[in-house]
């Protein structure tokens, strides 16, 4: 079984610009997550999508949302990019989010503010 | 917010010994979890505890979710090479969201 993918793996962006980020669940999972990991602040929730729903969200600026299609494939888009926003993007998925904590994170994208 | 505290933030140990880390909050969780992280790639799931008192084996790792709902530890026993990574504990309250704690870097010496 595949696990989560996630695409793209780095990218460098510019303060200003925006970024679209990508995740493919497991096979049959429909719940998804965001997190982001830095080196300071560990890491911390972003937002959950379950059936193209956002169920749960975590304290971030309205400059990251996110979205989820209906093969549960989800996206995460920050827009007007800050230096701070360099971090570890990461993914995960799980059947449907009703079993707390049993997620199933991606390698993560990394991203990095000029 | 929620915040986890985790210790020790570091630990230097000799292969074949026991560790021990955990984890307490000022906040009750209705789940707790441990993760481990090796470099670039994401965590990935240890030993997940559902209920207060619950006492959870995996192979060499035991965890327990404390009576309060508000603390957590886990034990590796007899600890080998491959054990060498970061451990964050994790406490769930609901849809995907976990609090986590700032992780403890495990060096096992051969």
């Known amino acids: 079984k595949a696990g989560v993918t996630q695409t793209p793996r780095y990218l460098i962006k510019t303060r200003g610009q925006q970024v679209t980020l990508s995740c493919s669940p497991i096979s049959g999972h429909r719940s998804v997550s965001w997190y982001q990991q830095t080196p300071g602040q560990g890491l911390q929730f972003l937002f959950e999508y379950f059936s193209e729903t956002q169920r749960n969200k975590g304290n971030f600026p309205g400059r990251f949302s996110g979205r989820q299609f209906s093969n549960s494939r989800s996206e995460m888009n920050v827009s007007t990019l800050e230096l701070g926003d360099s971090a570890l993007y990461l993914c995960a998925s799980s059947p449907t989010g009703e079993k707390v904590g049993e997620l199933f994170f991606g390698e993560g994208s990394r991203l990095t503010v000029l | 917010g929620q915040q986890l505290n985790q210790s020790p933030q570091s630990m230097f140990i000799q292969e074949g010994e026991d560790v021990s880390m955990n984890c307490t909050s000022s906040s009750i969780f209705n789940t707790w979890l441990w993760y481990k992280q090796d470099p670039g790639e994401g965590p990935v799931l240890l030993i997940a505890?559902?209920?207060?008192?619950e006492l959870t084996s995996n192979g060499r790792l035991t965890a327990q979710f404390g009576i309060t709902r508000k603390d957590s530890f886990l034990n590796i026993s007899a600890s080998i090479p491959s054990d060498v990574g970061i451990y964050f504990c994790a406490g769930g309250t609901s849809y995907g969201k976990l609090t986590f704690g700032q992780g403890t870097i495990l060096t096992v010496h051969p």
């Open positions: 505890l559902y209920k207060a008192g």
